[in-house]
């Protein structure tokens, strides 16, 4: 099993929160919250200091890609994986220029994202 | 919006309904009548779509359809009205997704994007949008019917 590493959910669906539990907790994981949007998102970030952040692209009041760019200039070295039902290479490419190394379209499958938590920690 | 790019549009809406119900859930879905005139008990959820192009794909599902592909991907049931509501919104956001990934990297530079869904529960909602390109399709599965309207900004 693998050490506890703390997850932050930032993604407004209940549906994706419950998805990335119950595909990962099993494994030793432990989701400490959702946020549900970027500025909720960064603001828990602070507060609870999770080992790794998911992170949707499509919120409200702050979307994924302004969100990890507020987070990558605070903290360089965070630990992101980002999730989106959109993948075309202008976005993936942006995801990528700003400094995401993983990202994953939806829906995803448990044993992928378990593959790249367990890459990227 | 020229007519003959609505119409992809429309194609790349449709066909990702198609292949993401099958090869998400195994569900095969087909043309058939208007399903507003069926009785059960209907959700609808609507995901915007920003960019040069601007429109709406509005979803509507029997909550009979929603809990079977709910069970299908996760292997237990949906208790709660409302958990019914955030997983159409889900499947919707994904499904119009992956048209819209599509679309970007047929056409570059659309830079199309997703608004957050919302959602209604309605026995027959209507949504009415001057000046807007409106295409209408239903379709019938073997757990329940389907309604997909997507509309763009057009001439």
Do not use: W
């Not at chain 1, 075309?88 to 593959?115: C, H, R, V, Y």
């Not at chain 2, 058939?32 to 959700?43: F, G, H, Q, T």
């Not at chain 2, 509507?60 to 019914?84: F, K």
């Amino acid at each position: 099993m693998d050490q506890a590493y703390r997850v932050l959910v930032i993604d407004d669906s209940p549906m994706v929160f419950k998805a990335v539990k119950r595909a990962i907790e099993p494994e030793g994981f432990q989701v400490v919250d959702q946020a549900f949007n970027g500025q909720e998102g960064l603001e828990k970030i602070d507060l609870l200091k999770p080992d790794l952040i998911i992170l949707d692209v499509t919120m409200p009041i702050m979307d994924g890609i302004e969100t990890a760019e507020a987070l990558f200039q605070k903290n360089p070295d965070a630990k992101v994986i980002m999730l989106s039902a959109m993948g075309d290479e202008e976005l993936t490419s942006k995801a990528k220029q700003i400094g995401i190394k993983i990202f994953l379209t939806k829906p995803f499958k448990p044993e992928e994202l378990l593959k790249n938590i367990r890459s990227i920690l | 919006m020229e007519q003959d790019k609505f119409r992809f549009f429309c194609n790349c809406f449709e066909d990702a309904f198609k292949k993401n119900l099958a090869e998400m859930f195994d569900v095969q879905i087909k043309s058939c009548n208007d399903i507003r005139k069926d009785s059960e008990k209907k959700l609808s959820a609507v995901v915007g779509v920003v960019g040069i192009y601007k429109g709406r794909i509005h979803v509507t599902m029997t909550e009979d359809l929603i809990q079977h592909l709910y069970e299908s991907a996760n292997g237990e049931s949906i208790l709660d009205e409302m958990d019914l509501c955030f997983y159409l919104a889900e499947l919707t956001n994904m499904i119009t997704g992956s048209a819209i990934t599509l679309l970007n990297n047929n056409y570059k530079g659309s830079n199309l994007r997703l608004t957050p869904p919302a959602i209604f529960a309605d026995e027959n909602l209507d949504i009415v949008t001057p000046q807007i390109q409106l295409s209408s399709h239903t379709y019938s599965s073997n757990y329940g019917p389907i309604r997909v309207e997507i509309g763009f900004e057009g001439v």
